[in-house]
């Protein structure tokens, strides 16, 4: 090759990479500043009291899928009997756990064992046994199964759900007092609503006594902090900008509801898949557009779960390699959404978005990586250019971040030291120089004997909360 096809070569790849990052700087401004300009607007809505209000509670069935969640179990499922709700149950889906996940909960709520019939309407496997009890007059439901992966442990709950919407949590989640009342409320608001997402954040974050945030800190934990603020971007900017145009791809597993008739006859989740959380949302896109149905995927920013992240490098790349391959899965799966017009912004945006800066960004990234090295080769690289270009863009995402991560703070009340505030603009510029390199490491490397354990739940770490 000669050099002036490497030329040639640089510039065709320098050009890809400016549309590429103009593109994503632009949306994530976009979606930044929407987003802090909606949650502005609800927060100075509910300070004058205009929010809509309903006397009128429809019953959700709560799914807590568990597998080896001894640690944090218990402090789960208190959060949810303190729930400032009216009617709803809660059902506990022990997937085949190794250690005491269901002997403590029997002991704890000191359940019984009992008998239900359970009509399998989704696939799932065999249950063990069924315990029960009730708790401030709200029932709560243990189902010991066979091990399946935590999609067929949904499905089993679904099937055993009796009311008509059903609630997904982690068991190493907390919800405040408030948020199932929140994340019901694009229902109660309009009826084509079929799934509404919360807000995830970061549980080591903070203390909650009887549903209520008791403290809030930044942690110490450098990989935890760094999660903290990606999580507060990619749930406060990213999704309410989606949301404008019902075009949401993914409701995170620990946090969403969903209309139970709809899911069903979409048919359930999809127990083969790492990401059955996106592969859901994806196919409730795709059945009601093909069935012609009038329906509306929401995000909830207001609706709040504190659940907790990994805590080290070796428990967050099992955990970004499953969400990397579900992502995949899904994409794959559903690629007839691609610049079809039956699919309107979802396919010409949400799927680009999430197949450009998601699924391939990892890989883009490292095609870079290598023009430069071969620029450097041949002596077309400008060093200095490059890394006032690179921190340029650093400290542009570092303020973006800053000021999701503030506004946060801001419209949910909670009080923050000037140490904590100090570790949030730090991490927020640590993120960019080590966290994103790293998991574009663990994305690229993802597939790496793909086809071994790959309906595991894929384990971490839990600390006991509070």
Partial sequence: MTVDHVSTLLRIVSGFFYFYLLFYSSYLFLSVTRGAWRLY????????KNVLKHDYYFPVSILVPAYNEEVTIIASIKSLIDLDYKLFEII????????????????YFDMKEITIPIRKILPCRDVVATYKAMINKKPLILIKKENGGKGDALNLGINTSQYPYFLCIDADSMLQKDSLERIVQPVLEDDDVVAVGGLIRVAQCVSMVDGM???????????????????????????LLMDDFNG??????????????????????DSSTLGEDMELVVKLHIFCRNNQMKYKIRYEANAICWSQVPSSLQDLRKQRRRWHIGLYQSMIKYKVMLFNPRFGLVGAISYIYFLMYELLSPYIELLGVLSMIIAWRFGFLDTVFMLRFYLLYTFFGAVLTITVFVQRIYTQKLKISALDLFKAVLMCFIENLFFRFFLDFVRVTAFWRYGKRKEQWGEIKRSSQG
């Fill in 248 to 269: 949401n791809l993914i409701i995170s597993g620990a946090f969403g509801l969903f209309k139970k008739d709809v899911a069903i006859s979409a048919g359930g989740y």
């Fill in 41 to 48: 607007h609800q927060n100075k809505m509910r300070s004058i």
């Fill in 213 to 239: 945030v008791k403290e809030y800190r930044f942690p110490w934990n450098p990989l935890v902090a760094m999660q903290v603020v990606e999580y507060d971007r990619s749930f406060l900017a990213s999704k």
């Fill in 92 to 107: 506990v889906i022990d997937d085949g756990s190794k250690d005491r996940t269901s002997e403590i909960l029997i002991e």
